[in-house]
């Protein structure tokens, strides 16, 4: 890992990653508890994320969502990944062979990605 990182695309990727639990809706207070992290600090990364469209704001309830750029995001990296295009032929015929469904996923760390 790089000796030198940005403390605040850190802060704001450990915010993203809350995303990818099984809670896709945060409020302010569940994620400052969550991070441990100062609420200005956590209000200032999601007022951000959420001006630029990454997360969406529920104006009564005053959740967070993913939003419309942070899925438009994922969209294009699953579209030029590599992995999907190689495997794909592959997966095909062992569908077809052993007529189930198949999945294609990938360890990330201790979590099976789909």
């Known amino acids: 890992m790089a000796k030198e990182q940005v403390s ?21 207070k569940a994620l400052v508890e969550q991070l441990d992290l100062p609420t200005t600090t956590v209000f200032r990364q999601l007022s951000t994320l959420t001006e630029h469209q990454y997360l969406n704001q529920d104006s009564v309830r005053k959740s967070y969502r993913v939003g419309p750029r942070l ?3 994922a969209s294009a990296i699953m579209g030029q990944s590599d992995l999907r295009r190689t495997a794909r032929p592959e997966l095909e015929r062992l569908s ?9 996923s ?3 760390e201790h979590e099976i990605f789909y």
């Open 106 to 108: 990938m360890l990330l």
């Open 96 to 104: 077809e062979v052993a007529r189930e469904t198949i999945n294609l």
């Open 8 to 28: 605040s695309i850190l802060r704001t990727l450990r915010i993203l990653e809350c995303f990818m639990d099984m809670d896709t809706e945060w409020t302010l």
């Open 71 to 73: 899925l438009q995001l």
